[in-house]
């Protein structure tokens, strides 16, 4: 099959990081894979990206959709209209990220090629106070239009991550999406050794809980940090890595400063994934208290190295975590989560724990399995489409 992946832009973060391996799998079991995008992040890739290929703008076109927000929201949806009605003959368009079902979904009725939408999340509203910026109000604005629902009836199918962003996608939409859930880079995320790897980061006293991800005001960073304070009392020695760069970063920088955790909170930025292993290794327990998240892939990256996830109810993988009994679960109140965190440090049970985890990763969540499921999606769209 001719597999067009379409989505904005390419750079290291979870939507772009699974377009990139979902090509480089596919091309391995004989498809012709090309990833259709505005730009790409070239100081920020994800592993693998020089083994696919990646159609991006010029670089002076580029470069402005990457500097200029407004240039972006105005002009971005256009430009790659116009790349992927260009990008030649396909069986299947693959779009991920808003507006690349959108811009699939006007090129799939234009084509009669049929569009398997890769969702990562469903559009929401909100407040213009909550929004990053005015540009960030407008996008999820239009976003979650009546447009929105319009481009989506012309999709033949949906692919979600697991039960949580199914039900989001059947509420907004009344689709049945089909789950197949993220793998993880087992290459990378190699079993290491946790006391080699708390030396390697110069931590080897007390524990370490550890965050990953986007700084931002939706990952609750900032109630994870008071949470911290908390926590301190009755472990002195432990630390709070918080791993990722964002606009959120100044922010939690100055709540860290106010609470006096200077020295007990670290942030170390973006970390690549092959030096992101050690941090999971070292960690004692990882917390993921965000707003929401329809999947949650780091804490199963955290499980590929037998660290135990703390997350929120309103993480997506949260109910496998709880019915595999391979992870935790507390709502993201300050007291609550102060409570499990401490309980999960004194936990005897918490090694077995990591052990079910690590077991279950390595059984089920290859990005080799998430390409082979994948794939057989796409095959049964163009069967129909031929017929």
């Known amino acids: 099959m001719r597999i067009l992946i379409i989505q904005p832009w390419i750079d290291y973060r979870g939507a772009e990081t699974t377009c990139v391996y ?23 890739l994800p592993h693998l990206v020089d083994k696919v290929e990646v159609s991006s703008l010029p670089s ?15 002009f971005g949806g256009p430009l790659l209209f116009i790349k992927v009605i260009l990008a030649g003959d396909a069986d299947v368009l693959n779009p991920h990220n808003l507006p690349a079902y959108w811009i699939a979904s006007l090129v799939g009725s234009l084509k009669k090629i ?26 999820w ?33 009344g689709r049945e999406a089909k789950i197949v859930p993220l793998g993880i880079n087992l290459e990378i995320f190699k079993r290491t050794d946790r006391l080699l790897s708390k030396k390697r980061l110069g931590l080897e006293k007390g524990p370490i809980i550890l965050n990953v991800g986007t700084l931002r005001a939706d990952k609750n960073q900032d109630i994870l940090i008071k949470v911290f304070k908390k926590v301190l009392k009755d472990f002195s020695s432990a630390r709070l890595i918080i791993c990722g760069s964002g606009p959120g970063e100044k922010f939690l920088h100055r709540v860290t400063r106010d ?5 007990a909170v670290i942030f170390p ?54 019915q595999k009994k391979i992870g935790l679960v507390a709502s993201s109140r300050v007291k609550d989560l102060t409570l499990q965190i401490k309980r999960a440090l004194m936990s005897d049970g918490i090694k077995e724990m990591g052990i ?19 794939e057989t999606i796409f095959k049964e769209a163009v069967n129909g489409q031929k017929s």
């Open 269 to 322: 930025g973006f970390i690549v994934p092959k030096d992101l292993v050690f941090y999971y290794a070292a960690a004692d327990l990882y917390v993921l208290p965000s707003k929401l998240e329809t999947w949650g892939l780091t804490a199963f990256e955290a499980l590929s190295q037998k660290t135990v996830p703390l997350v929120s109810p309103m993480v997506g993988c949260s109910k496998i975590l709880q």
């Open 60 to 74: 002076a076109l580029a470069w402005l959709c990457r500097k200029s927000r407004l240039f972006l929201f105005i």
């Open 22 to 44: 979902l090509a480089y799998h596919l091309k391995k079991l004989g498809h012709q894979t090309k990833i259709i995008c505005l730009y790409k992040a070239d100081d920020r």
């Open 356 to 374: 079910r985890g690590f077991n279950f990763v390595h059984k089920n969540l290859s990005w080799e399995k998430y390409a082979e499921d994948t």
């Open 141 to 173: 604005l239009f976003g979650s239009s009546g447009l929105d629902k319009y481009f989506v009836r012309n999709i033949k199918n949906i692919i979600v991550s697991g039960k949580f962003l199914q039900k989001l996608v059947l509420d907004r939409y």
């Open 114 to 139: 049929p569009v398997i939408w890769t969702a990562h999340t469903v559009p929401a509203g909100v407040k213009l106070s909550e929004s990053r910026d005015l540009v960030d109000y407008l996008t």
């Open 259 to 263: 609470l006096g955790l200077d020295r």
